[in-house]
């Protein structure tokens, strides 16, 4: 169905509950390039295998998340989804200025950010963060190829 409507087949997946036997499951499906079943980190990373091969980790997030407009002691409006992806973003803008790279991870639901509300704050999120010098706005895959790229375990 996804290769039907996107065009190609996924190169990555996002479970939000992996198992014990997942990455053995993904591996042995072939063809994928990473995975985000993890919240360990800011940055992508590599694990190996049973098989000993290096496999992508491309971080996901639960506090940069538009799922906390549904959840508990999460986000009551646009503005406040606005505010905390804001200073996420500039305490890690600042960072990278000092020489250590950063990955901001955002994630987004269409029924949750495609509200009217909720679409304003993103837009105005991401033209902030458009008016700074040396920012890359890539989908999940692009980081998976250029850590692939760059980063691949020798």
Known sequence: LHTEVAGERPYGMYQGKPS???LR???????FLYSSDAYSDDLPYWVRTEQ?????IVPYTLEANDMRFATPQGFNSGDQFYAYLKDSFDT???EGQEGAPKM???GL???LVGRPGRTA????????????DDVWVPRRIDIA???????YPG
Do not use: I, K
Request: aromatic content about 12%; overall charge neutral; charged content about 20%.
């Open 20 to 22: 014990e036997n997942t």
């Open 25 to 31: 499951l993904v591996m042995a499906e072939g063809g």
């Open 104 to 106: 901001m991870s955002v």
């Open 92 to 94: 890690l803008y600042a």
């Open 121 to 132: 704050s993103l837009r105005r999120f991401l033209e902030y963060v458009l008016g700074h």
């Open 145 to 151: 190829r250029h850590w692939h790229a760059q980063h």
């Open 109 to 111: 639901h269409c029924r």
């Open 52 to 56: 000993d091969q290096p496999f992508l």
